[in-house]
């Protein structure tokens, strides 16, 4: 049996994270599905272009019909990889009216890129 506590999902660490970083400690089973969850959403050249142009949009928010002329795809298509990224937890939204505005979650991408951040050692940044 291993010694190795089990860190939650959603609950933060002693530093603030809910994950442990690539480079620090493996993850377990359930933090690898979650990721891999997150990583599987942006895996597609359509959405992570989608993620993109919401994550950095002026004021943090971006209608519909802004994004679909941004591509050579129709508006299902691009409806369908918007819902993926919802499901996934990268972004929400909202209907106005006949339109629906979209912005990025910023606790899930905090996530990411505390996963994906690779400590600072003394030798790496001199």
């Given at each position: 049996?291993?010694?190795?506590?089990?860190?939650?999902?959603?609950?933060?660490?002693?530093?603030?994270?809910?994950?442990?970083?690539?480079?620090?400690?493996?993850?377990?089973?359930?933090?690898?599905?979650?990721?891999?969850?997150?990583?599987?959403?942006?895996?597609?050249?359509?959405?992570?272009?989608?993620?993109?142009?919401?994550?950095?949009?002026?004021?943090?928010?971006?209608c519909?019909?802004?994004?679909?002329?941004?591509f050579?795809?129709?508006?299902?298509?691009?409806?369908?990889?918007?819902?993926?990224?919802?499901?996934?937890?990268?972004?929400?939204?909202?209907?106005?009216?006949?339109?629906?505005?979209?912005?990025?979650?910023?606790?899930?991408?905090?996530?990411?890129?505390?996963f994906?951040?690779?400590?600072?050692?003394?030798?790496?940044?001199?």
């Amino acid at each position: 049996m291993s010694k190795q506590e089990l860190m939650v999902l959603g609950q933060a660490d002693e530093n603030g994270a809910c994950c442990p970083g690539l480079a620090t400690a493996p993850l377990n089973e359930d933090q690898a599905a979650e990721l891999a969850r997150l990583f599987k959403a942006l895996g597609d050249p359509v959405r992570l272009r989608l993620m993109s142009m919401i994550a950095s949009q002026a004021g943090g928010e971006v209608c519909v019909c802004d994004l679909t002329p941004a591509f050579d795809l129709s508006q299902p298509t691009i409806s369908h990889h918007l819902k993926l990224l919802r499901q996934a937890g990268l972004i929400d939204c909202e209907r106005r009216g006949t339109w629906v505005y979209y912005w990025a979650l910023p606790a899930t991408l905090d996530r990411l890129a505390a996963f994906l951040k690779t400590p600072q050692t003394s030798a790496a940044t001199a």
